[in-house]
Nanobody, 126 residues
Framework: QVNLVESGGGLVQAGGSLRLSCAAS????????MGWFRQAPGKEREFVSA????????YSADSVKGRFTTSRDNAKNTIYLQMNSLKPEDTAVYYC???????????????????WGQGTQVSVSS
């Protein structure tokens, strides 16, 4: 069992930055690959980025490449999503999720993840 708690969301102006955190608890939490997803009102949940358990492999959606960076600190059982150059279209609830293994072709599908956090709201004003 892995419990995930996101934090760091808030309201920011376009062009600004935020860093989201996802604290994982559970005896084997550090062995899981992690993903970030987001869901805007009236839209389906969409993939943002993913990182392997050891931080070696990362994968991001085209919409955030060059702006968002995913990292992790396994000593703290925490993953991060650094979001720069934010746009109004980045407004959404952001979720972190955990799964076993890292297969690039699977990481963007929400049904491939076993554990989810409760989400944190990110709002970007124009």
């Amino acid at each position: 069992q892995v419990n995930l708690v996101e934090s760091g969301g808030g309201l920011v102006q376009a062009g600004g930055s935020l860093r989201l955190s996802c604290a994982a608890s559970g005896r084997t939490a550090r062995m899981y690959s992690m993903g970030w997803f987001r869901q805007a009102p009236g839209k389906e949940r969409e993939f943002v980025s993913a990182i392997s358990w050891d931080g070696v492999n990362t994968y991001s959606a085209d919409s955030v490449k060059g702006r968002f960076t995913t990292s992790r600190d396994n000593a703290k059982n925490t993953i991060y999503l650094q979001m720069n150059s934010l746009k109004p279209e980045d407004t959404a609830v952001y979720y972190c999720a955990a799964r076993s293994g890292f297969r690039k072709e699977e990481m963007s599908y929400s049904n491939q993840y076993s554990y989810w956090g409760q989400g944190t709201q990110v709002s970007v004003s124009s």
